[in-house]
Each structure stands twice: as structure tokens, then as C-alpha cells.
């Protein structure tokens, strides 16, 4: 029994010189530097390219690619300049079957006169079933497609801006398709003419 009364002081005087010895020591507190964040600056957005309608409510092509879950599949009209008429090769041989093929009449119209990069463009198809039904339009006979709903034009001038509507969808009835959406036409008001017309 004394030894074990013994061993218990013996352990108290431990811990408690081992408590004061760690109360008495002050713990040395080193500063870390300050962190300043260096964040860059927020950047700012440059404005739209066009707006995505104009006043008389027709899509620029960039609003119309913009909107389109909204315009695909539905009946809009396009503000644009006609940047290119397709016009078959010319071919002198005797025989048509040794032509290159002839492709259905379309054209393609951009926001803007110096879009030429083909994937600003947007194509417009339908306008002619034919190069035939186009030549007949020129030679002033009032033609139709043959299926009566368009009356083939006879003004669409390389230049002209031109209000086109139409059906906008990623494939035409007569076999065209592109990802990123084409014009089936149906009318067109010309809003203004090419200068070398003017």
C-alpha cells in the first residue's frame, strides 16, 4: 500500500510539473505574409456583331443562328445582302449529258457586304424548281414552281439587301441540307439596291 501511495505522488508531481512547465513556455507565433489575390480584370464583352432582329422584325442571320431552337422549323424572314447567284458552268458541248450536272438554283446572303466567309452566309433555296423555270422567269414569262407556291423572281441582283422569307430548316423539299440552317423561299421585298445599280 505505501508503495503504491508512493507511486501515485510521484505521478501527480510529474504532471503537475509538466503542466506548469508547459503554461509557463510561451508558443512562439510566426506571421504568414499577407495574401493579396491577383485576379485579372473583368473582361469586357464586345457588343453583338448585328442585332439579332431589325425593326421591321426580320432576323439578322446571326440573330436567326442565335435563336435557334426558337426559329428552326418556322416561318421567319431574313434581313441580308445577296452575295452570290449560283449560274451554272457554261458548257458548249453538244450532247447534255456531257454537261456537268446542273445544281437546282439557290444563292447565298450575308449580314453584311464583306462576309464572305462561307459559314457567315446563309443559303436560300426554292426560289426556282430549275435553271429552266429561272431562264423562262428573265425572258419575262410570269413562271411559277410547280408546285404553284413561289413565283419565281425575276430582281434578285448580286449587292441588292433584300428582306427574304421564308421556311427556316436544316433540309429543303428539293434535297439541299446544312447544319447550321438554310432559307426555303418564299417571297422577297428588295429594301436596297446594289450601288453599281443605284
Known sequence: MGTRLIGLILAATLLS???DQFSSSEAEVEQLPEI???LPEVPTLPPPPFPTTYEDESYSIYGLRQRLYQTLDTDVGV???IMEIYEPPPCKKRKKEDCPRVDAPHMFIADAPDKTDRADQLIIVGYADNQEQLARARRGRKTTTIDGSVVVPTNLKLGN???AKGHFTLMSAGG???SNGLLEYASHETVEKALAQK
Open 161 to 163: 439587301k433584300i428582306i
Open 176 to 178: 439541299f441540307n446544312t
Open 17 to 19: 510539473v509538466g503542466c
Open 79 to 81: 434581313t441580308g445582302y
Open 36 to 38: 493579396v489575390p491577383s
